[in-house]
């Protein structure tokens, strides 16, 4: 963090402001965008398509609300593609986030989300690596690690065949049928991380289709919009200023300054008319440009792995995200001072790489948290980026700091020219 430095001549500099944006921006402005609301409406759809009725054991959404879901146009594409109404061939990620569910009772954020993701590919990519499925069924063990049903069939040729070979061969001890081996265990591999990233993307495509027309309609049924602390924040943004965004919602630039350059690292949602026009159409479900991985803290790059594909830095290569963000930054800080606003991120190690970065090229950084119980996450994350040395010393230094939404809610005398640093 080399550029947290003051002095009379940083003084004299002019300051630019980047603002770094979570799920938690959206959320403050009354918006259905978690995962569990995206959750909790796939299994609205699920349910309905049952011959009788279930009581439901939460009341994440009103009777109306479930009402609007069942008779959204874009509901029939989520049934469709997620083959809601066929459980042997039912999205695969479907299940194994039932089951997630199931067992930790609730998935908290987005961030949880991708962990629970990475905690199933590293799981498989050591398997592979150890060929456990070998000494069983591949199938079965598959199924086992999935927990999807027994009529489970939505498996791929290749992936089918391999493991019938594996089956079949693994009591060779034939050193050609050794060879054989290996290769099917090799398309075996391949063909099951590509059969995995597809389904992802399709869950993902249905994510969008949420987002862009559903979670829209939940929003205006709500009677009151919440009062929202942030136009204080964002009263004197400019168009010299950057938004960094991990969010795939356009909220900021919608509500505050259109014209305000942004960055949508995790991608965003297309446009409303191509995504009516092409939601039946397979290879559109799979070109969804939203991110959803994790971050790899494995030094080990010498030997590629097809489970690559659930890397945030392979989809953001893939999608061509961008580099605006980086350009900007470096060129900011040349001749001015960067102050660094932080709202509705978690600085979860999941998205390390921009955290260090910012956190290296800024001077001032302010961490807004909604709720007391949220900081000493907060805190947490950064110590295991950081450590703890150097947590404390941005932070007795006064650089980097920890402020309450509550302070940015309007008094009954508002300061006309308040502006904040």
């Not at 940083?10 to 300051?15: K, Q, W």
């Not at 109404?85 to 989300?113: A, G, H, M």
């Not at 927990?147 to 079949?168: E, R, V």
Request: with cysteine.
């Amino acid at each position: 963090m080399s550029n947290l430095d003051t002095g009379k001549e940083c003084l004299a500099l002019e300051t630019r402001t980047l603002f770094m944006i979570g799920n938690g921006f959206d959320l403050a402005h009354g918006l259905r965008t978690s995962y569990m609301d995206f959750f909790y409406c796939v299994q609205t759809l699920a349910l309905s398509l049952l011959p009788e009725p279930i009581l439901l054991s939460h009341s994440h959404f009103t009777y109306r609300e479930r009402t609007q879901i069942q008779r959204h146009f874009a509901s029939k594409g989520i049934i469709k593609i997620l083959n809601l109404d066929n459980p042997s061939k039912k999205n695969i990620w479907c299940t194994y986030f039932e089951r997630v569910l199931n067992d930790k009772q609730r998935i908290e954020t987005w961030i949880d989300l991708e962990k629970e993701i990475q905690f199933l590919i590293q799981k498989m990519e050591l398997d592979v690596k150890n060929q456990i499925f070998v000494k069983t069924d591949p199938i079965q063990w598959f199924k086992s690690t999935m927990n999807c049903s027994g009529s489970f069939n939505n498996y791929p040729k290749d992936f089918s065949t391999s493991a019938k070979q594996i089956k079949c061969k693994v009591s060779e001890v034939n050193s050609i049928y050794r060879e054989n081996l290996a290769l099917s265990i090799s398309i075996f591999h391949e063909s099951l991380a590509l059969f995995l990233y597809e389904e992802l993307l399709r869950y993902t495509f249905c994510f969008e289709l949420y987002l862009a027309f559903i979670m829209p309609d939940l929003f205006s049924s709500n009677r009151t919009l919440p009062s929202c602390p942030l136009n204080a924040l964002f009263r004197n943004i400019s168009e010299k200023d950057f938004l960094l965004s991990f969010n795939y919602t356009t909220t900021a630039q919608d509500r505050y300054n259109n014209a305000l350059p942004a960055q949508y690292i995790h991608g965003r949602l297309r446009k409303y008319s191509d995504l009516s026009q092409h939601i039946n159409d397979p290879d559109f479900q799979l070109s969804t440009p939203l991110i959803i991985g994790f971050h790899s803290s494995s030094v080990a790059d010498a030997d590629p792995t097809p489970f690559l594909y659930f890397e945030k830095f392979f989809q953001r290569i893939l999608r061509n995200t961008g580099d605006d963000f980086y350009k900007w930054v470096n060129t900011i800080t040349k001749d001015h001072l960067l102050k660094t606003i932080v709202y509705g991120h978690s600085l979860d190690i999941t998205d390390q790489d921009f955290i260090r970065f910012i956190f290296e090229k800024s001077h001032f950084i302010k961490v807004y948290y909604h709720q007391a119980n949220v900081l000493p996450a907060l805190i947490t994350n950064l110590v295991s980026i950081f450590g703890r040395e150097e947590v404390n010393r941005i932070h007795s230094q006064g650089k980097l700091s920890f402020i309450s939404t509550d302070t940015l809610i309007p008094r009954e005398k508002p300061e006309a020219n308040y502006v904040f640093m």
